[in-house]
């Protein structure tokens, strides 16, 4: 079975080099998105891997319970303290957030949110309630639209220490949250560009994993419709041929069921056998 990457950045291409030798293992996802576009879980999903989603936005969460089947999948927010918070949501795309700050960044770029009262859950009781207790916890990612800190905050590293712990936050040269994660006892590995992966300091021989970005050499696919596959405008002009072929197709096969059904088409099979039997 090929390796396919389903990940914007190629960060389930990193977790594999990292983990295929340790699996099937536990993660959990927060701010899990769509269980399959742009998802840096479904790959491990697929090869036996089990974990938690959380995704606060409703279709996300009802379509993560759907394709995920054997995960826990949660309809919260995860936050520094328990309780309820203004959740600015944008359904068609993964920009909701709990930060005004990140609200007012994405409105002035033009993002329409509806905002909503959501559910608020510490990480580490979530950790408490549903990671199974003698099984490894390998992967921990937090990708919250500007709300990591307090996700960071709510977390028991000394109790649930996850191998891998990969935060978004594109661009920024070192994220306000650091100092948090690396006094937990998690040491700096690698940055894409978009997150920022540490590692457990229990773990030092896994950091040859982060030496070099994916490469060809990690023989993996792209899946079908990837944005980094090549050519999208050729493969969308495919699709609309084919679809425009099947319609034309359905097209004359109901013209022809409907001629064969006339009584002139019968009255015409009917001579055409009554010629044959003359010529015989």
Known sequence: MPFISYAQNFEDVILWRVFKLFGPGRYIDVGANHPTHDSVTKSLYERGWRGINIEPVEHYYQALCAER??????????????GELTFYEDRNTGLSTLSEEMRDIQQAAGIQFTPRTVRVSRLDAICEQYLPPSEPFHFLKIDVEGFEEQVLRGMDFARFRPWLVMLESPFIKRPAWESLILEAGYQYAY?????????????PELIPCFSIPPNILDEFQLCHGHPLSYPIEADQQLKMALADAMRRADEAEAQLATMHSSRSWKLLH????????LFR
């Open 191 to 203: 940055c894409d560009g978009i997150n920022w992966y540490y590692l457990a300091q229990e773990h």
């Open 270 to 277: 009917a001579l055409a056998g009554i010629k044959r039997r």
């Open 69 to 82: 089947p054997e995960d826990v999948t949660l309809c919260v927010a995860v936050g520094e303290a328990q």
